[in-house]
């Protein structure tokens, strides 16, 4: 049985840099280290439920 590629944790490039894949929450409520969630057409954090949708480039 194969594992599956964990997608959401941040990696760690050759320079010993880490880059995160989800953005931050912005909100001061959050505080520091709540991510957002990824959706197809939008980012959404589900402790404030902040949201930013994505326009598309023809709309």
């Not at 320079?15 to 912005?26: I, N």
């Not at 280290?33 to 959404?44: C, K, L, Q, V």
């Amino acid at each position: 049985m194969q594992r599956e590629l964990i997608t959401h944790m941040p990696t760690v490039d050759d320079s010993g840099k880490v880059q995160r894949l989800r953005k931050e929450c912005p909100n001061a409520e959050c505080g520091a280290g709540t991510f957002m969630a990824n959706h197809f057409d939008r980012h959404y954090c589900g402790k404030c439920g902040l949201t930013y949708v994505y326009q598309k480039a023809g709309a």
